[in-house]
């Protein structure tokens, strides 16, 4: 069956028919994310949530999503998607963060350019039939120092272009190297050094906690006298009640705001002020960026519905399509390593160590990662998957790490989980072969060459003469047809474990009876995904 997509928002018709070309069942209702209670009736039977920022993906909607495993935003910004929730759900949140970036940084300029020579009111003033020339005096961005606030994707682009306009640029970015600072003809410099000497101030940073009023009104008390400051990000970085009392005073010689605290603003403290400048959050509104995000949000649904591609993902590691390709199989054993582990295992898990050895090692960590700790989790919730998965694991303090090595051994590579309890410490390896089906290669530190079947059937005994006949007898008394059988043993006498592979689910009765027997110290029927 098609997966199904619905449109909640206006996103283009040549989007919409990206899904239909790629076999994608899609319903477009752009109006229906304005109306909560009938998407809330309707959401159930989507795979995929296409949206703009109309539609409000809150708490309430996804506990009717039962269905859904994607949201796409076409846009940056994800304010009107609750991220958590939509993990806890195993949701997967995409945005499509590079389709407006010259849009919106050429909005930056362009509103550094309007504060600078007072054009809005210069306008206004010639409509109104006076020619006030010398009250409109401005001044020049040349030679000016240019202070950038985040110097990632649209604030670089910011950079280059204020660079070309022959201003001197600093920029303030935690995440920002000395040599890639270099590479881009700034200066990188912190907060307080930034304030003191830009002319002009730019914001490009995303809403988060540590962001939140990064232009306090301490902060501002800070900035040189007649800086004139700019926001094209996003409301709730500057201070605006602080901002306000600044340009009264004349401390601030202008401000130029595309984005506030409250939107839509049809009330707001700077509203009326001299030399200040507002638009409508006009920053990706260019029928170029429009267009782009729309396309970009349908491809990366379709590619990860119909291949498992996971690109520009909030709230899950990206893996390419000729990842997803290349790494299926990889991921397929992690998750059931990390299945197999979570059926055997009654105590709380407080450690998981993943060693990725050879091949392994060189592949998508956090996508490996965040399969085994799925595979773990499903065995007490079948609902858990890659994206929920890592939330509860940290929610319930597991501490997870991860050890790369070159091969070491017969194989080109694999993959090793270490599982300490507040009990017992528990290990299993695997390896994909040739034929792209994953293996189990050791358990409890006991060699074995398994292949993972759906319906398997797990059990430990000492090492003793007649014990395999017997379990085969007692599966054949229940009629217990086996498809495949391994087995191993540490030593002579010592642990010996079994893997049997059977046709179909093992019956309780079966169960009862291996245990009844007293010849094993484990009996676990598992189940694997198909």
């Known amino acids: 069956m098609a997966p199904k997509v619905l449109v909640s928002d206006k996103l283009s018709e040549t989007a919409v028919q ?16 304005k109306d909560k209670e009938k998407l809330a009736e309707v959401i159930g039977k989507y795979d995929g949530l296409a949206i703009r920022s109309a539609t409000k993906v809150t708490p309430s909607l996804l506990e009717h999503a039962d269905n859904l495993k994607v949201v796409g935003r076409a846009g940056i910004g994800t304010d009107n998607v609750d ?17 407006n970036m010259i849009t919106t940084a050429e909005h930056a300029i362009a509103m550094m350019f309007a504060v600078a020579r007072q054009i809005p009111e210069a306008s206004a003033s010639t409509h109104a039939g006076k020619w006030e020339k010398s009250k409109f005096m401005g001044t020049e961005l040349t030679a000016k120092t240019l202070g950038v606030i985040g110097a990632g994707n649209i604030g670089g682009i910011v950079c280059n272009r204020a660079l070309g306009l022959k201003m001197k640029v600093i920029a303030y970015d935690p995440f920002l190297s000395e040599e890639r600072a270099a590479e881009m003809g700034v200066e990188k410099v912190e907060l307080d050094e930034l304030l003191k000497r830009a002319d002009f101030i730019t914001l490009h940073v995303p809403l988060t906690d540590s962001t939140r009023n990064i232009l306090s009104k301490e902060n501002l008390e800070k900035t040189k006298k007649g800086v004139r400051i700019i926001n094209c990000a996003r409301g709730g970085l500057v201070d605006e009640v602080a901002l306000a009392e600044l340009l009264k005073s004349g401390h601030v ?26 638009t409508p959050h006009l920053g990706a509104s260019t029928t170029e960026a429009q267009e782009n995000v729309a396309l970009q949000v349908a491809e990366q649904m379709s590619n990860y519905l119909l291949d498992g591609a996971v690109e520009n993902a909030l709230n899950m590691p990206s893996m390419t399509a000729e990842e997803a ?16 582990i979570g059926q055997v295992t009654e105590e709380a898990i407080e450690t998981i160590n993943i060693t990725y050895d050879g091949v392994a090692s060189e592949m998508n960590l956090k996508a490996l990662e965040a399969a085994v700790v799925a595979g773990i989790m499903q065995a007490v919730n079948p609902d858990v998957n890659m994206v929920s998965a890592p939330l509860i694991a940290k929610e319930r303090g597991i501490q997870i790490s991860k050890t790369t090595q070159d091969a070491s051994g017969t194989f080109e590579g694999y993959i090793k989980l270490d599982i300490q309890t507040v009990e017992k410490y528990r290990t299993i ?11 189990f290669i050791q358990i409890k530190g006991i060699t074995i060459d398994s292949e993972v079947g759906e319906h ?3 059990t430990t005994n000492q090492d003793t003469p007649g014990i395999i006949g017997k379990l085969g007898t007692l599966l054949a008394e229940h009629d217990e047809n086996i498809a495949n059988f391994t087995l191993g043993r540490a030593k002579a006498g010592g642990d010996a474990i079994a893997m049997t592979f059977l046709d179909t689910p093992i019956k309780p009765e079966t169960v009862k009876a291996l245990k009844d027997s007293g010849l094993f110290q484990r009996v676990i029927p598992l189940h694997f995904k198909a």
């Open 253 to 278: 010689a202008g401000a130029a705001f595309d984005v506030f605290a409250e939107e839509p603003a049809t009330e707001n403290v700077l509203f009326g002020l001299p030399n200040v400048v507002c």
């Open 456 to 458: 398997m059937l797990y």
């Open 325 to 340: 390709k290349v790494m299926g199989p990889w991921v397929k054993l992690a998750e059931s390593l990390g299945s197999f």
């Open 83 to 99: 991220k958590e929730a939509a993990s806890k759900k195993g949701v997967i949140v995409m945005n499509t963060p590079f389709g």
């Open 429 to 439: 390896a695997g390896t994909v072969f040739s034929d792209g089906k994953p293996r």
């Open 18 to 33: 990206i899904f239909r070309d790629r076999g994608i069942d899609v319903d477009f209702m752009p109006e229906l994310g």
